[in-house]
C-alpha cells in the first residue's frame, strides 16, 4: 500500500508538472506571433490609438510578456479565466461551459463504440490470422492509419452531406428543433448532426484499438497456458474469453495514449462540421487572438489529456498485478 501510495503520488506530481508547462506553452506561443487582439479590434472598430492604448491596460496587454504572465497567473489562481475578446467579452468559464458538453459528447460516444468495435475485431481476427479477410481488413486499417483525419472528414462532408444529403452540413442542431424543447426530435436531430463527426473519430482511432487487441491476442494464445487450458478439455469459445481478458489490458494503456491524438482529431473534426465544441470555439479564438480563450482551452485540453493518462496508469497498475509500482 505504501509503495501504491508513493506511485499515484508520483504520478499526481508528473502530471501537475505537464500542466504547468503545457499552461506556459499556451501563453507564449500565441504572443510570439505580431500583433495582438487589440490590433484586430482597432482595425474592425476604427480605434484611435489612445483608445487602443487604454483597452490593452485594461486587458492587461501591456508590459513585457513575463508581467504579462505573472499577471494572468494571479487571475487564474482566484478562479478567474479572464473575458474572451471574440465572443462579446463574456467570461471564458461561460463560453466553455457552453461548447464543453458537446466536445464531451462526441468524445465519449466515440471512444465507447471506437473500443468496442476494435476489441471485438481484434479478437475475432486474432482467430482468422493469416486469412483472406483478415489480410483485407489489415490493409483496411493502414489505409486509415496513412489517412490525415482532416481529409477522411472532408471526403465523409462531401460525400454524405453535400452530394447524398444524408447528414447536415453543420452545426448540432437546428433552429426548429430546439424551439420543441427536449423532446424525441431534438434527440433525433442532435444524433443526425453528430453522425459523422463521430464516425470520423471512431474511424480514425480504431486501427490503434484494433491492433492492439489483436496483437496481444495472437500472442497470448500461443502462451503454455493456453495449451494446458486446451489440453484439460475446456471449450475454445471460453478459452477465448480467458485470453480476451488478459489481451485487454494493454487497451487500456493505448487507449490513454491515443485519447490526445482523438481529442486533436475532434479539434478539426469539429472546426470542419462547425460543430460547436471546444475545437470550433478555439478556431476561432486563434483566429481572432483571443488569448484569455486560447489559454483557458489549451488548459482544459491538457488537464484532459494528463488525467486520462494518469487514470490509465493506475487502472493498468492494479489491473496487471505483475505491474511494478515504481
Same mark, same amino acid.
Do not use: C
Given at each position: 500500500?505504501?509503495?501504491?501510495?508513493?506511485? %499515484?503520488? &508520483?504520478?499526481?506530481?508528473?502530471?501537475?508538472?505537464?500542466?504547468?508547462?503545457?499552461? %506556459?506553452?499556451?501563453? !507564449?506561443?500565441? +504572443?510570439?506571433?505580431?500583433?495582438?487582439?487589440?490590433?484586430?479590434?482597432?482595425?474592425?472598430?476604427?480605434?484611435?490609438?489612445? #483608445?487602443?492604448?487604454?483597452? =490593452? #491596460? *485594461?486587458?492587461?496587454?501591456?508590459?513585457?510578456?513575463?508581467?504579462?504572465?505573472?499577471?494572468?497567473?494571479?487571475?487564474?489562481? +482566484?478562479?478567474?479565466?479572464? *473575458?474572451?475578446?471574440?465572443?462579446?467579452? &463574456?467570461?471564458?468559464?461561460?463560453?466553455?461551459?457552453?461548447?464543453?458538453?458537446?466536445?464531451?459528447? /462526441?468524445?465519449?460516444?466515440?471512444? $465507447?463504440? *471506437?473500443?468496442?468495435?476494435?476489441?471485438?475485431?481484434?479478437?475475432?481476427?486474432? @482467430?482468422?490470422?493469416?486469412?483472406?479477410?483478415?489480410?483485407?481488413?489489415?490493409?483496411?486499417?493502414?489505409?486509415?492509419?496513412?489517412?490525415?483525419?482532416?481529409?477522411?472528414?472532408?471526403?465523409?462532408?462531401?460525400?454524405?452531406?453535400?452530394?447524398?444529403?444524408?447528414?447536415?452540413?453543420?452545426?448540432?442542431?437546428?433552429?426548429?428543433?430546439?424551439?420543441?424543447?427536449?423532446?424525441?426530435?431534438?434527440?433525433?436531430?442532435?444524433?443526425?448532426?453528430?453522425?459523422?463527426?463521430?464516425?470520423?473519430?471512431? %474511424?480514425?482511432?480504431?486501427?490503434?484499438?484494433?491492433?492492439?487487441?489483436?496483437?496481444?491476442?495472437?500472442?497470448? /494464445?500461443?502462451?503454455?497456458?493456453?495449451?494446458?487450458?486446451?489440453?484439460?478439455? %475446456? +471449450?475454445?469459445?471460453?478459452?477465448? +474469453?480467458?485470453?480476451? @481478458?488478459?489481451?485487454?489490458?494493454?487497451?487500456?494503456?493505448?487507449?490513454?495514449?491515443?485519447?490526445?491524438?482523438?481529442? !486533436?482529431?475532434?479539434?478539426?473534426?469539429? $472546426?470542419?462540421?462547425?460543430?460547436?465544441?471546444?475545437?470550433?470555439?478555439?478556431?476561432?479564438?486563434?483566429?481572432?487572438?483571443?488569448?484569455?480563450?486560447?489559454?483557458?482551452?489549451?488548459?482544459?485540453?491538457?488537464?484532459?489529456?494528463?488525467?486520462?493518462?494518469?487514470?490509465?496508469?493506475?487502472?493498468?497498475?492494479?489491473?496487471?498485478? =505483475?505491474?511494478?509500482? &515504481?
Amino acid at each position: 500500500m505504501r509503495i501504491a501510495s508513493k506511485y %499515484i503520488a &508520483r504520478r499526481i506530481l508528473n502530471s501537475i508538472i505537464i500542466i504547468f508547462l503545457t499552461l %506556459i506553452i499556451a501563453f !507564449v506561443i500565441p +504572443r510570439l506571433s505580431p500583433g495582438d487582439p487589440v490590433d484586430i479590434m482597432q482595425q474592425t472598430y476604427g480605434l484611435s490609438n489612445e #483608445e487602443a492604448e487604454a483597452i =490593452r #491596460e *485594461r486587458l492587461g496587454l501591456k508590459g513585457n510578456i513575463l508581467e504579462q504572465f505573472i499577471t494572468y497567473m494571479s487571475y487564474l489562481l +482566484r478562479g478567474d479565466l479572464g *473575458r474572451s475578446y471574440s465572443y462579446n467579452m &463574456r467570461p471564458v468559464s461561460e463560453v466553455i461551459l457552453t461548447a464543453l458538453p458537446w466536445s464531451l459528447f /462526441l468524445l465519449g460516444v466515440a471512444i $465507447t463504440i *471506437r473500443v468496442l468495435i476494435g476489441v471485438l475485431l481484434g479478437i475475432y481476427f486474432a @482467430r482468422k490470422q493469416g486469412s483472406l479477410l483478415d489480410t483485407s481488413v489489415s490493409g483496411i486499417m493502414s489505409l486509415i492509419l496513412a489517412t490525415p483525419y482532416f481529409l477522411l472528414a472532408l471526403i465523409f462532408l462531401y460525400v454524405f452531406s453535400v452530394k447524398l444529403n444524408l447528414f447536415p452540413l453543420s452545426h448540432a442542431y437546428t433552429y426548429e428543433s430546439i424551439q420543441k424543447g427536449f423532446s424525441i426530435e431534438f434527440i433525433i436531430d442532435v444524433l443526425r448532426h453528430s453522425a459523422l463527426p463521430i464516425i470520423t473519430l471512431v %474511424i480514425i482511432g480504431l486501427p490503434s484499438t484494433f491492433y492492439t487487441m489483436k496483437n496481444n491476442m495472437i500472442l497470448l /494464445l500461443n502462451e503454455d497456458f493456453v495449451y494446458v487450458l486446451r489440453a484439460v478439455g %475446456i +471449450r475454445e469459445s471460453r478459452v477465448t +474469453r480467458i485470453v480476451a @481478458r488478459n489481451a485487454i489490458l494493454p487497451v487500456v494503456t493505448s487507449t490513454a495514449i491515443s485519447f490526445g491524438y482523438t481529442v !486533436v482529431g475532434a479539434v478539426v473534426a469539429e $472546426t470542419i462540421f462547425s460543430y460547436p465544441g471546444m475545437g470550433y470555439v478555439l478556431t476561432n479564438a486563434l483566429l481572432n487572438k483571443d488569448y484569455p480563450l486560447i489559454q483557458a482551452i489549451f488548459l482544459m485540453l491538457s488537464i484532459t489529456i494528463v488525467m486520462a493518462n494518469l487514470i490509465a496508469d493506475i487502472l493498468y497498475a492494479f489491473l496487471d498485478p =505483475r505491474v511494478e509500482l &515504481r
